[in-house]
């Protein structure tokens, strides 16, 4: 059987259909015929050539949902818990990180590992089905698998998506207390996920700026207290919105998931002094600022981290509760559309004009 794919060619290049051969199945293995994948600003920012060393051609899709089809040998996911063929799984994109080398012993950062390679961004289409978007998915031996607890569907992951993971890992990252104000930058997927978080973490007060009004209007529904617009109103209102919230000292914790490199001054503007600012929004390169160290950062005493990518406990940590709080955390209702293989190109224009919130590659949908 010929297995469809949505193949990204090169940066700039409208994507194209390309068929490929069932794959053999090595001992370990495991193929999934794809139910979602999706599409998040990394994908457009691939599209745009700003992260270095990808082998294109890849298929592109990172974060997916299938259902088992095959494996060979591969009896249990990551947790132990039992696979059989029709389980709906989600898997872990970070593969082949080595174990052994220095950034994996010795720093503890298995995200700076050379040999790390991940799904729908650092393999090529030459190698395989190794991206979500296409109808089957090849799990190569050792991938982390992960079987959807109850009562989750595809479209409760998938409309989180690697933002459910990302903003799950910022918030753990910032180390906030109980009861702090926890201010978030964005309100795409990843500033989503950061305030459901932080609210259920314990942010006395959950801030989220952003913009357009319907994702702020999610990030309502999904947790924060407050939200700020982008469009309506000028950083100085912003400024006074937020002191006034925090008599006059500005958030004990800003999270940045915006992606945008302006947003970092504004972001240090509005912590208080001694405060922590967490990076997270920059997974690809966005470009450079200027940044006064002295007032943004010294003067301050602020703690800043940056967030790269997310580990397996990230992924298991966020899905375990969006397990627990499906109902508070309706990240199904993120969807603002589901596309076919053939609309690959039109949902990669829809993410990056913001004109819906979380794009959804499903291919079975045809166009
Ligand atoms: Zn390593
Ligand atoms: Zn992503």
Known sequence: ???????????????????????????????????????CGTDVHLHRGRLAGVPYPIIPGHVSVGRVLESAGVETDATGAPLSPGDLVTFYDVHEVCGTCWHCLVAGQPNRCPSRRVYGITYSAAEGLLGGWAERIYLKPGVRLFKLPEPLTASDVIGGGCGLFTGFAAVERSSFQMAETVLIQGSGPVGLAAAAFSALRGAALTIVVGAPGDRLALAQALGADLTLSLEELSPRDRREAVLEVTDGRGADTVIEASGNPAAVNEGFDLLRDGGTYVIAGHYTDAGEIELNPHLAINRKHAVVRGQWGTEFRHVFGALKLLAKHRNRLDFAR??????????????IDDVATLSVPKAVIEPETRA
Not at 10 to 26: S, V
Not at 30 to 38: K, M
């Open 1 to 39: 059987m010929s297995i469809r794919a949505a193949v990204m060619t090169r940066p700039h290049a409208p994507l194209e259909i390309w068929e490929f051969d069932t794959p053999r199945l090595e001992p370990g293995s495991v193929l999934l015929e794809t139910v979602a994948s999706e599409v």
């Open 334 to 347: 993120v969807i603002g559309r589901r596309y076919g293989l053939e609309e690959a190109n039109r949902a």
